[in-house]
């Protein structure tokens, strides 16, 4: 189970809106590499992982990933606060607004609502960790994204944390995947689904 | 910046040192330094929640210092603006 703190993992206080910035960042909310699809697929893998490591390291991250979209979405909410409707038309905010108004909605950047297709859980722990690898990587180059078109420090500030702890987690599912292959029978190494199959008989 | 964010600073500071060692130790689950140096961080953490919490308000569900209202629903919430021009901080 899961306590709330009340408070976020890294501060974030934007004293400017920026309805045209807060478009782009809301792909990090629910877009295809945001952090709700994030936190979904490293807390539906972790049934299927093996070793008690990868368990941990899945539960953990996938627990720093709901922080982080509590962040985003505090990014997004600060951003739009007090929007005149001539604010909102020429930041190209006026498409959102008529669906969300100012709420915050899980969609990417082009308007595609979130879906779950832009996870996997694929019952293999060195599949799933792949993916997890190549997730940290897509989100980083989001972040990286986004830091081309942000030139508030207000936003930057937070926006460089988040894309930091991408980073990090890229090096530690590398650490578990590592582990998983180094445990792995030599004699099974990628051929098998470890979690389902019973392995080559001697 | 304010006594309340410089202390919240504080302790986010030492919260993201502990967490930061913690999720190491996911997979180094045998480095003792990591473990010696997680608990340092923890204790630090966990004393300046407390004095956040006296003077500022609940950070956990569980945690109340005051006796006279259910400091939990207490703006500000984590993602509010304390903006003095148009939200003043409730006191009552």
Redesign the interface.
Known sequence: MWMYEKKLQYPVKIARPNPALAKLIASQYGGPDGELGASLRYLSQRFSMPMPELKAILTDIATEELGHLEMVGAIVHQLTRNLTEEEIKKGGFDAYFVDHTTGIYPSSASGVPFTAAYVQSKGDPITDLHEDLAAEQKARTTYDNILRFADDPDVRDPIKFLRQREVVHYQRFGEGLRRLQDKLNDRNFYAFNPSFDKGPVK | MSEK?ML??R??SA??AA??M???L????NDRAALMSMRKYEEKARALRAEYEKRF??????DMYGDTRFE?VKDP???D?ECPL?LGEVDD
Do not use: A, N
């Open positions: 964010d919240m600073r302790l986010s919260q993201f967490w930061e913690h999720i190491y996911d997979t180094h689950p308000g609940p950070i956990r569900p569980t939990w919430w984590p993602w603006v148009t």
